[in-house]
């Protein structure tokens, strides 16, 4: 069964310091990954994607995720965090069932920036 | 604006009784979704629609029912046999195409309280 892995459920950082959330994902087939982020009292919203190309994909804020098809890896990144990215991150992967695609899920990680 | 309207955002309902909550979307997406958040468990799918007139059940559908007779409207019961309905409940669209992988939107979310 297709699943998605996240072994960081609690991360607490100081502003500046560099992150690294890890994703690993259990799918035979072609993926589409995802991070999606959930601000306090926000929306889940879209943080970045991969789909095909270039497997380091850019996003917003400053995030960057890698693609590493060896390792069933998606590995969330940003260089010098801030404050503001005190959030909950979920990574997904796209996977077909029947006719269509729905995002499975992994449990979330928790990120809290100290100032 | 366009986006996903979800209400109310706080409901509490006793043991025993339906409740209906709201989805709806002025995206002119195809595909709409319902998923369930509980802490350390990320997003399940409960249920899913292509297009109109037309669902299915996702990984955890007991308990749940929907209905989608307009494009934009994606209501959610949950019922008096789900025995668990406590939860954050996360409706969501996308373009749905058939057969083609596209990101998800989400709304605010209903934080249901069964008592």
């Known amino acids: 069964a297709q699943s998605v892995s996240q072994h960081n459920h609690h991360v607490i950082l100081s502003e500046a310091a560099s992150l690294e959330l890890g994703c690993n994902y259990s799918y035979g087939g072609t993926v589409n990954l995802f991070w999606y982020v959930q601000y306090p009292g926000q929306h889940l919203q879209l943080l970045l994607k991969y789909f095909s190309g270039d497997p380091l994909v850019k996003g917003i804020k400053g995030f960057e995720a890698e693609f590493i098809k060896s390792k069933f890896s998606f590995n969330l990144r940003k260089p010098s965090v801030q404050w503001s990215d005190t959030a909950e991150y979920f990574c997904a992967v796209n996977a077909r069932m029947d006719s269509s695609y729905k995002l499975i899920f992994g449990s979330g990680t928790r990120l809290l920036v100290r100032p | 604006d366009g986006g996903i309207t979800q209400s109310p955002k706080y409901l509490f309902r006793k043991e025993g009784q339906n409740v209906t909550l709201s989805c709806e979307q002025n995206l002119n997406h195809d595909a709409m979704y319902w998923y369930r958040q509980d802490p350390g468990q990320g997003l399940r799918l409960i249920y899913y629609?292509?297009?109109?007139?037309?669902?299915q059940k996702g990984d955890i559908a007991e308990g749940y029912s929907v209905s989608r007779e307009k494009k934009e409207s994606f209501p959610l019961t949950v019922t008096s046999a789900q025995k668990n309905p406590t939860a954050f409940y996360l409706c969501?669209?996308?373009?749905?195409?058939?057969?083609?992988?596209?990101?998800?939107?989400f709304g605010p979310g209903t934080r249901l309280t069964v008592t």
């Open positions: 969501a669209s996308s373009i749905g195409r058939q057969g083609r992988p596209y990101e998800q939107y």
């Open positions: 629609s292509q297009i109109v007139n037309d669902f």
